[in-house]
């Protein structure tokens, strides 16, 4: 062996191997999946069937049977062993070979909403006050699509590819329980997507850090003593105490949240009082959300708004109780992405899209992706345009006219089945590699 040909060979294993971002390659000299963009291309018509079948039989969180199995049959039908149930009604696959013990994990919510549609559609929900309107149909779909995709290159998988379905994203804190049962036990990363109507079709968004808010539900009641509306002072009237104790409140945005931070105190429920006017209830309740991109602000706000209202209510000579109604609205912590995770994922987003919007602006809006990274596995999570006038997609999430551009699907496909390839490609360690 000549000293030019060791040299080259040499070379040759460190551009490989040692240096981070350049993917490994198969035998034929290609990355995996170059053609990725033309292959989710090829599955678009069968991208938007299977779409249209969920979207058809919206199930709210942790009822999510009909969904299941046909995420089932699906995954039957290409070939792809799963476990079920995990989290109630979750789904976990496995796309490899075992050449390598890496995994990566991709996710998809699966739960619908207690809305009644109103979009006019020929595949209309079927199921009376339930509504696919926070696009997670069109996530299963995706994830299926990128299945597809990788499943039909299984043999160059340098390592494990985790496919997710959970459950009841929408309140019911799914994703701690997948979490707690299992679904990411040695996953090295995990990604994420949402369909975002607030930008144009096909854009891939995102930013390093938090990307969406912690969130915590509350329920307060005050309690007083009623009478008689024309005799307050025999009364502790509770309304008057309730009114002060929201409007006391809002200093906890204003006066100790920093004006470079975020954070939000909503109240969207009130109530007070029934029957006659001229009574004085004996209690007042009300209700809301705190919003922080923090988890330790949220903490802070969470004790800082039962000082307040304790303080308020003693002020009127009333008593108050905080209900944080954890076993039916669980708290959500912030969404962060992984620094490393962010980047790798603009980076594939850039190749595969020609472009990706960095730094994009977060959200107080909770999402309980954040779980995966909240429990220690490096995440990132990135927003999906779908905002296409032509096609009528320009209505917000959660609204009952929310309609999804499906063109978007092969865009979402691709990118799933790009992020769990090349993470493997250049993450893995061939066996028998060794270190010079």
């Avoid at 090829?42 to 938007?48: A, E």
């Avoid at 919206?58 to 999510?64: A, D, G, I, W």
């Avoid at 199921?127 to 696919?132: R, S, T, V």
Wanted: hydrophobic share 40%; aromatic share 6%.
């Amino acid at each position: 062996m000549s000293g030019h040909t060791s040299l080259t060979r040499i070379l040759l294993f460190l551009l490989v191997h040692a240096l981070p971002g350049v993917p490994i390659c198969s035998a034929s000299g290609a990355s995996i999946l170059t053609s990725v963009s033309k292959e989710a291309a090829d599955i678009q018509s069968w991208l938007v069937s299977l779409r249209r079948r969920f979207h058809q039989i919206p199930e709210l969180m942790y009822e999510e049977v009909e969904t299941g199995k046909l995420i089932r049959e699906t995954l039957d039908n290409l070939g792809i062993s799963y476990r079920h149930p995990l989290a109630k009604t979750g789904i976990v696959a496995d796309i490899g070979h075992g050449s390598s013990s890496l995994t990566v994990a991709l996710r998809a919510d699966m739960d619908a909403l207690p809305i009644n549609e109103q979009t006019g559609l020929e595949f209309a929900s079927k199921e009376p006050g339930k509504m696919h309107a926070c696009g997670h149909d069109s996530h299963i779909t995706m994830l299926l699509g990128a299945a597809k995709l990788l499943k039909a290159h299984e043999k160059e998988l340098p390592g494990t590819v985790r496919l997710i379905f959970q459950p009841a994203e929408e309140g019911g804190a799914g994703g701690d329980l997948m979490v707690k049962e299992g679904a990411v036990k040695d996953v090295a990363a995990i990604f994420g997507l949402h369909v975002w109507p607030f930008t144009p079709s096909g854009t891939l968004a995102s930013r390093a850090g938090p990307i969406m808010g912690a969130c915590q539900q509350f329920q307060v009641r005050i309690t007083g003593v009623g009478g008689h509306a024309a005799m307050p002072h025999a009364t502790v009237d509770p309304v008057v105490a309730a009114a002060n104790t929201i409007s006391a409140l809002q200093a906890l945005v204003s006066r100790e949240t920093s004006p470079l931070g975020t954070a939000v105190v909503s109240i969207t429920r009130l109530a007070a009082g029934e029957g006659a006017y001229n009574v004085i209830p004996d209690s007042a309740n009300f209700g809301g959300t705190l919003r922080s991109l923090s988890h330790d602000h949220l903490m802070y706000m969470k004790q800082r708004m039962e000082e307040v209202v304790t303080a308020q209510a003693q002020s009127h000579r009333c008593s108050a109780e905080v209900d944080w109604l954890e076993l039916k609205e669980p708290y959500y912590p912030p969404t962060v992405n992984d620094r490393a995770m962010y980047k790798f994922a603009a980076e594939v987003g850039t190749r595969l899209q020609g472009g990706f919007m960095e730094d994009y602006e977060p959200t107080l809006g909770g999402e309980d992706f954040s779980f995966y990274g909240h429990a220690g596995v490096p995440a990132a999570f990135t927003f999906l345009g779908i905002r296409n006038e032509t096609a009528g997609s320009v209505h917000g999430l959660h609204t009952p006219r929310f309609m999804m551009d499906e063109e978007v699907l092969q865009t979402g496909a691709a990118y799933l089945a790009s992020l769990a390839s090349e993470y493997l490609a250049q993450h893995h360690k061939p066996a028998g590699k060794q270190e010079l």
